[in-house]
């Protein structure tokens, strides 16, 4: 069956540009997470929705951080203004309703110029 | 606040032998463990977890051992293959026992080299 699949696999952008990274989580899973991760280091957590609220976003690092899941499906990550320091490995999972396994998607690797 | 320490960075064993990645963490908090595999290019992709009531668990050739005293745990890896070279991360979350998956703290990642 079909996995968690985020897109675009790869984005480049310029500094205080504005970019939109997706998240399509398996179908069925009402739980969906996002998590950043830099080279080297392991997953942190930014954000988590349940259903169509975010039911967590204490890991955004600031209000340049943004994210999205109005149908509580597909899930929309946003970055405005971006910064070099925002290069990194962006990672989504998902997890059926009351079950603690979360799946991850290949992530989509971020380079702001 | 680094909550999940993880070491070592990195470890290489020799084929058939077995490796072994430690965890301890702070937040007595915590009573969900998973550790999670990641091969280069690819999201990670859970191996095995403990719940803080068992000492032990074990899934083939992969066992984590609990320690809640001293709020450590450890992943060992019996009959370590080549295919196993990768980056391995514990985690740790809080959980109640009738919810759903919650935020997962990592640890730093160890990367795994099984020479043959």
């Known amino acids: 069956g079909a996995g968690v699949s985020q897109t675009p696999s790869n984005k480049v952008t310029e500094k205080g540009k504005y970019v939109e990274l997706r998240c399509d989580p398996i179908s069925g899973h009402t739980a969906l997470y996002w998590y950043r991760q830099s080279l080297g280091q392991g997953p942190e957590f930014l954000i988590y929705f349940q259903g169509t609220g975010a039911a967590d976003d204490s890991g955004l690092p600031n209000d340049r951080f943004f994210a999205v899941r109005p149908e509580g499906s597909v899930s929309t990550l946003k970055i405005q203004r971006t910064e070099r320091g925002d290069s990194a490995v962006y990672l989504c999972a998902s997890s059926p309703e009351l079950a603690t396994e979360q799946f991850f998607g290949p992530g989509t690797r971020l380079t702001v110029l | 606040q680094q909550q999940v320490k993880q070491s070592p960075q990195s470890l290489i064993v020799q084929k058939g032998g077995i490796s072994i990645i430690n965890c301890a963490y702070e937040n007595t908090a915590f009573d969900y463990f998973p550790w999670y595999q990641q091969f280069p290019g690819k999201g990670p992709a859970l191996l095995i977890a403990?719940?803080?009531?068992?000492s032990e668990k074990k899934e083939g050739r992969f066992t984590i051992s609990f320690n809640k005293s001293a709020k450590q745990f450890s992943l060992h890896i019996m009959d370590s293959q080549p295919g196993d070279s990768a980056t391995y991360f514990c985690a740790a979350s809080p959980q109640g026992l009738f919810q759903g998956a919650q935020k997962l703290v990592f640890g730093q990642g160890t990367r795994l080299t099984i020479n043959p």
């Open positions: 403990i719940r803080p009531d068992v």
